[in-house]
C-alpha cells in the first residue's frame, strides 16, 4: 500500500477536496424537431418528442385572455 512521504499542507488538502462538489451547469443539446434546448436522453418539453418518436401531446399555447370591454 502506498504510504505518502510527507504530509500534505492545510492548504494543499483543501484545494484537493474543493473540486468534488462544484455545482456544473447542465449539459444541453438542440431538439432536432423545433430546436429548443433539451437536456441529453429527455423529452423535448416544447413538442413532446423523444428520439423522432412523440411520445408526449403536443401543448397548444396557451392563448390570451378575452379583452374586457373598455369602460365609457
Known sequence: MAVPKKRQS????GSRRSQWDVIKAPTLGR???????????HVCKA?????????????????APPEAPAEV
Open 31 to 41: 431538439c432536432p424537431t423545433c430546436r429548443e434546448p433539451v437536456r441529453p436522453h
Open 10 to 13: 492545510r492548504a494543499r488538502q
Open 47 to 63: 413538442c413532446g418528442q423523444y428520439r423522432g418518436k412523440q411520445v408526449l401531446p403536443e401543448v397548444a399555447p396557451p392563448e
